[in-house]
């Protein structure tokens, strides 16, 4: 009976949490979409096709996340870097700069984005790539500026009492310490650019916004609904996964 009782535990915390539901029902849809024709076809009796056919939702979903992946990490590497160069002794003084710099590439709409950059580089994921690189700085560029900022006095005195030099102080000290801070805003950007990818479908980027385009040019509600549901699934198991990455590194951290 006593080893009962902690599986049953597990199972019932299992059950509680989100995460895994979630993504069961996001492998669902992606896998058997076509099982639901039945239900799409009774909530929109007026549409012949109530389910989109035209690409596998797997192969969209797929896609998707690479545009994301790719956008998210250069977004990753330049405003970490961006952050970093900016609190050290000789960047302090661009700092204004690279803020502003990085600011303005958000506040330009991804559409106006993607129509200059169609004719620079074509259609495709190129010009997609770009807006979303360019959307997805601004997060990690500030939360990587904050991070480093909560770093404690203390713990920088104490770096250099070990004489550590600069670099071995920020990689050792600083940015373990910050990594929590930077992590919310890669979270932030990564999500961001899931829903933001979808519009990548306009400029003939395959993504999941596909099903949403077709749909809305073609004033099929079934095909919007569809590729709606499953960026939002998406946007909500990479956020919840995020959430356990924080947990691990603060516990990792505690642990130290």
């Known amino acids: 009976m006593s080893g009962a009782a902690p599986v049953s535990a597990t199972g019932r915390a299992w059950a509680r949490d989100p995460l895994p539901w979630a993504l069961a029902a996001l492998l669902l849809l992606v896998f058997g979409m076509a099982w639901l024709k039945p239900l799409f076809a009774a909530l929109f009796p007026a549409l012949e096709r109530p389910v989109y056919a035209q690409d596998s939702f797997l192969g969209l979903t797929l896609a998707h996340l690479k545009i994301v992946g790719l956008s998210s990490g250069f977004a990753v590497i330049v405003g970490v870097a961006a952050g970093i160069f900016a609190t050290r002794a000789g960047g302090r003084e661009f700092r204004p700069l690279i803020e502003t710099v990085v600011a303005a590439g958000q506040t330009f709409p991804p559409v106006a984005v993607l129509a200059v950059a169609v004719p620079v580089v074509g259609f495709g994921e190129a010009p997609a790539l ?115 990455l924080v947990q691990r590194l603060g516990r990792w951290q505690s642990a130290q």
């Open 130 to 244: 770009i807006a979303l690189a360019l959307y997805g700085l601004l997060p990690v560029l500030q939360s990587t500026l904050a991070g480093i900022a909560s770093v404690s006095p203390a713990a920088r005195e104490a770096a250099e009492g070990l004489g550590l030099s600069p670099w071995q102080r920020l990689l050792r000290v600083e940015l373990p310490l910050a990594a929590p801070v930077i992590l919310a805003g890669v979270r932030t950007s990564v999500i961001i650019n899931i829903g933001t990818a979808a519009i990548a479908s306009t400029v003939g980027a395959k993504t999941l916004g596909l099903p949403i385009i077709v749909g809305l040019s073609g004033f099929n509600t079934a095909y919007v609904l569809q590729g709606a549901v499953l960026v939002g699934l998406l946007a909500v198991v990479t956020d919840l996964g995020f959430e356990r």
